[in-house]
């Protein structure tokens, strides 16, 4: 599985928009780029995937650039909620029944009024 | 629709001890998946049962164990509790068919303390 790099921690204002980069440079082919989110004493949650290009849905975009080497995950307009911590997964796409995801440290996103 | 449930919510036990950890998945969901997360970390993969067979094994010792009965529930239990096993047990489901691949649905954890 491909290894990811990403910023350990960003601090942001409410109202800005805030994009987390994710280095994952061994990325094969099959692979695609997950990000969950994860608040304290709470399990993980996804928020978005994909696999080259541009996806986005009513919570966040992701950058893909054509080499895939890397991705970012732009969150427009967070607020005090978004204060959370982001993980950037890479992983084989398809159902094999066995697709444990791999975690990193992730990215602590902290919000402030 | 109810989510992934875990009970239960926190566990306090001593060195030595056996812990079992119990699991529901959202309803259709054959999939279950262990995490451990210790504080400051991100969740490390623990086991998967899809169908009720084991599909996948983290880098755990024999101490760990888990199963999944028909109803695709599933139990997570600790032998011998180290000090180190304190920790957020997480559960997560999921099943062929999902729009988005890898992703899946976990619950709110399981606290365990060893003292």
């Known amino acids: 599985l491909a290894k990811t790099t990403q910023p350990i921690s960003m601090d942001s204002y409410e109202g800005q928009e805030v994009n987390i980069t994710c280095s994952h440079n061994?990325?094969?082919?099959?692979?695609?780029i997950t990000w969950y989110q994860q608040f304290p004493s709470q399990g993980p949650r996804f928020i978005i995937q994909?696999?080259?290009t541009k996806v986005t849905n009513e919570v966040a975009s992701l950058f893909i650039p054509a080499d895939r080497k890397s991705s970012t995950l732009s969150l427009p307009r967070v607020s005090l909620s978004d204060t959370a911590v982001y993980y950037c997964?890479?992983?084989?796409?398809?159902?094999?029944?066995?697709?444990?995801?791999?975690f990193g440290k992730g990215t602590r996103l902290s919000v402030i009024a | 629709d109810a989510g992934v449930t875990q009970s239960p919510t926190h566990l306090i036990k001593t060195r030595g001890q056996q812990v079992t950890l119990r699991c529901s998945p959202i309803?259709?969901?054959?999939?279950v998946s262990w995490y451990q997360q210790v504080l400051g970390q991100g969740p490390q993969f623990i086991f998967q049962?899809?169908?009720?067979?084991?599909?996948g094994r983290g880098n755990f010792p024999d101490r760990f164990s888990a199963r999944q009965f028909p109803n695709y529930s599933s139990e997570l239990n600790v032998n011998a509790l180290l000090l180190g096993d304190s920790a957020l047990y997480l559960c997560?489901?999921?099943?062929?068919?999902?729009?988005?691949?890898?992703?899946?649905?976990f619950g709110p954890g399981t606290r365990l303390t060893v003292l």
């Open positions: 061994n990325i094969a082919t099959n692979d695609y």
């Open positions: 309803s259709g969901h054959k999939s």
């Open positions: 049962y899809y169908e009720k067979e084991e599909r």
């Open positions: 997964l890479v992983g084989e796409w398809g159902w094999t029944g066995n697709t444990p995801l791999v």
């Open positions: 997560a489901s999921s099943t062929p068919g999902l729009a988005a691949y890898n992703e899946q649905f």
């Open positions: 994909g696999y080259k």
